[in-house]
Nanobody, 115 residues
């Protein structure tokens, strides 16, 4: 059973930064791709960024420049660095790991950005 545990969320003022962590219960190399998603109240879950087992990253256009995904293979952890946060970034942030054809989700971590 794979576990993904997100952490690092919280309350931050607009313009501030947070770094989210996603700790996996097994080696990151066992997944084809790991990504961060978010879901705001009343909205659909949307992708933010992904990183492959080889370290290749992709970003949704609207997230480029402020968000950075990275991985620490030794600690089985994927990070999402978020800078210049805006109130519209308020959402629950989720980690997803795919080991085709199976997809795993964490419980999420709440990010609230105050104006």
């Amino acid at each position: 059973q794979v576990q993904l545990v997100e952490s690092g969320g919280g309350l931050v003022q607009a313009g501030g930064s947070l770094r989210l962590s996603c700790a996996a219960s097994r080696s990151l190399f066992s997944f084809n791709v790991i990504g961060w998603y978010r879901q705001a109240p009343g909205k659909q879950r949307e992708p933010i960024a992904t990183i492959t087992s080889g370290g290749r990253t992709t970003y949704i256009d609207s997230m480029k420049g402020r968000f950075t995904i990275s991985r620490d293979n030794a600690n089985n952890t994927v990070y999402l660095q978020m800078n210049s946060l805006k109130p519209e970034d308020t959402a629950r942030y989720y980690c997803n790991a795919r080991a085709n054809p199976t997809s795993y989700w964490g419980e999420g971590t709440q990010v609230t950005v105050s104006s």
